[in-house]
């Protein structure tokens, strides 16, 4: 009996309003091609900010490297600055 009842509703509606399937499959697609939009619209402010990181992160990098070979120039001329310490040697013979 509710068959006959959601059958009759649906004809019903297709004889007051025609256009109803079509304007509910359009009013699909266009949902469908928003979401799309925001999904495409979202992965290119994901791979902008995930370059932005990318850059920072090899720029910090980068100068952390620099920073530790200055640091390696620094202490090398600091240890050229010390007096030479040589171990004593024995000569038997002397």
């Known amino acids: 009996m509710g068959g006959f009842i959601g059958g009759g509703l649906m004809w ?3 004889v007051i309003f025609p256009n109803w399937p079509n304007n509910v499959k359009n009013w699909a697609y266009e949902g469908v091609d928003k979401f ?3 999904g495409q619209s979202v992965q290119k402010e994901f791979n902008t900010i995930a370059t932005n990181v ?3 992160l090899e720029k910090k990098v980068s100068n952390f490297k620099n920073d530790v070979a200055d ?3 620094k202490a090398e ?3 050229d600055r010390l007096p030479k310490i040589t171990a004593p040697t024995l ?3 002397n």
Do not use: H, M, R
């Open 12 to 14: 019903g509606s297709q």
């Open 36 to 38: 799309k939009d925001w």
């Open 54 to 56: 990318g850059k920072d």
């Open 71 to 73: 640091f390696g120039k």
């Open 77 to 79: 001329k600091v240890l």
């Open 91 to 93: 000569n038997w013979f």
